[in-house]
């Protein structure tokens, strides 16, 4: 990459980052998802043709701007940001490649600038169950890799209780996150969040690591909760199981093999199906 585009780059202000950014990645990934992009990145951004594209031609917009950002100085970092949660903010609330380019970038180059508009996609798809689906499970990704915050707790919560539902495999890293970012409802998140956790944990039992490494999550998530809390989220047996320390300090080991396949033997990973309404002229 040369010095020289490097240091062209790193002087476009807020407006022109956005500009030159949106223009490149709208040529590089289609508006839609029948579409396909031909348009490779060194052709795409302008003043890239002796940057872009050198390491050979797996290599996509998202990698190449990845690499670019990587080399600017922070200041100029900031401004790259802004323009791309702006680019993330002026796309539908579809899955379109350039959306789906958007938020690897932003994963890519750590942007906490996106978790709103991701938070305001999610808000909006409410009536959109295959792009809210898609939505949340983006997400998921940066609950589990972005720090604990105000943003990640809002993104979090928009995915729990501002829709219909989202997909049982994020129940995990959305509790997790929620533990980690708004401790003091931690019980009522692990209240709200059991019914799609336990259809989750059914199929994640049967991958050990996996499992292990949610126990571990949540048992650290809850470390710092106080001890009313622990107490009441553990009087549940589904999470008293999966976090048998709860009650105590909150250390050690997740359950054995033995006790994952107890949990779901025993069917305590879902709440009893409640019996029928009682029927005029039946005998109760």
């Known amino acids: 990459m040369l010095k020289s585009f490097i240091f062209l780059v790193?002087?476009?202000?807020?407006?022109?980052?956005?500009?030159?950014?949106?223009?490149?990645?709208?040529?590089?990934?289609?508006?839609?998802?029948?579409?396909?992009?031909?348009?490779?990145?060194e052709t795409a951004f302008r003043g890239a043709r002796l940057s872009f594209g050198q390491r050979g031609a797996h290599r996509t917009a998202v990698d190449e701007l990845a690499s670019?950002?990587?080399?600017?100085?922070?200041?100029?970092?900031?401004?790259?940001?802004w323009a791309l949660a702006r680019l993330l903010s002026s796309c539908a609330a579809s899955p379109t490649p350039l959306l789906n380019a958007a938020l690897e970038l932003s994963l890519e180059t750590v942007c906490s600038e996106a978790l709103?508009?991701?938070?305001?996609?999610?808000?909006?798809?409410?009536?959109?169950?295959?792009?809210?689906?898609?939505?949340?499970?983006?997400a998921a990704f940066f609950l589990d890799e972005f720090p604990p915050s105000l943003s990640i707790r809002n993104l979090a919560t928009a995915i729990l209780y501002q829709g219909p539902s989202f997909p049982n495999v994020i129940a995990a890293k959305l509790l997790v996150s929620l533990c980690r970012s708004d401790l003091e409802n931690a019980e009522v998140h692990a209240k709200e969040l059991r019914d799609q956790l336990g259809t989750q944990m059914a199929s994640l039992g049967k991958y050990r690591p996996g499992f292990l490494r949610f126990c571990s999550?949540?048992?650290?998530?809850?470390?710092?909760?106080?001890?009313?809390?622990?107490?009441?989220?553990?009087?549940?047996?589904?999470?008293?199981?999966?976090?048998?320390?709860?009650?105590?300090?909150?250390?050690?080991?997740?359950?054995?093999?033995?006790?994952?396949?107890?949990?779901?033997?025993?069917?305590?990973?879902?709440?009893?199906?409640p019996p029928a309404p009682h029927q005029p002229g039946s005998h109760p």
């Open 68 to 81: 670019l950002y990587n080399n600017l100085d922070k200041n100029a970092q900031s401004r790259f940001r």
């Open 217 to 273: 999550d949540l048992q650290v998530a809850l470390k710092n909760a106080s001890a009313s809390t622990r107490s009441q989220i553990a009087k549940d047996k589904f999470y008293k199981k999966l976090v048998p320390e709860l009650d105590e300090k909150v250390r050690g080991k997740g359950p054995t093999s033995d006790e994952t396949r107890r949990i779901v033997n025993e069917g305590c990973l879902r709440r009893p199906t």
């Open 116 to 138: 709103p508009p991701l938070t305001e996609k999610i808000r909006a798809s409410a009536n959109n169950p295959e792009a809210r689906d898609w939505l949340c499970l983006k």
């Open 10 to 41: 790193s002087r476009f202000s807020k407006d022109e980052f956005y500009s030159w950014l949106g223009e490149g990645m709208r040529a590089c990934y289609p508006l839609a998802t029948h579409r396909v992009a031909s348009t490779p990145p």
